[in-house]
Nanobody
């Protein structure tokens, strides 16, 4: 089974930037879909960005459009989430997820915490 390891979380002030990385244990093109999710305490999990790997199509939640950018590096088997103009409401645990055969995500990383202070 695919394994995912996130890194790059941390604490920043509002307006700052962070880049999250997700190391994928297999060739990304062998995975149907990949995504970044987040979950804040007391809130439902939210998909912030999703990638159809073969087509290279990326979708974003309205809450992050224009601020977050998801990208892939097939040579390194890495997925990234560049987060700019961060807001306190972006504070959450961020997870990398993979759908091995469809966009029903069945593999999850351990998560990385992002904290944005006002």
């Amino acid at each position: 089974q695919v394994q995912l390891v996130e890194s790059g979380g941390g604490s920043v002030q509002a307006g700052g930037s962070l880049r999250l990385s997700c190391t994928v244990s297999t060739y990304i093109i062998n995975v149907a879909c990949m995504a970044w999710f987040r979950q804040a305490p007391g809130k439902e999990r939210e998909e912030v960005a999703g990638l159809y790997t073969l087509a290279g199509i990326i979708t974003y939640a309205d809450s992050v459009k224009g601020r977050f950018t998801m990208s892939q590096d097939n040579a390194k088997n890495m997925i990234y989430l560049q987060m700019n103009t961060l807001r306190p409401e972006d504070t959450a645990m961020y997870y990398c997820a993979a759908g091995e055969h469809s966009c029903e995500y069945n593999v999850w990383g351990q998560g990385t915490q992002v904290t944005v202070s006002a």
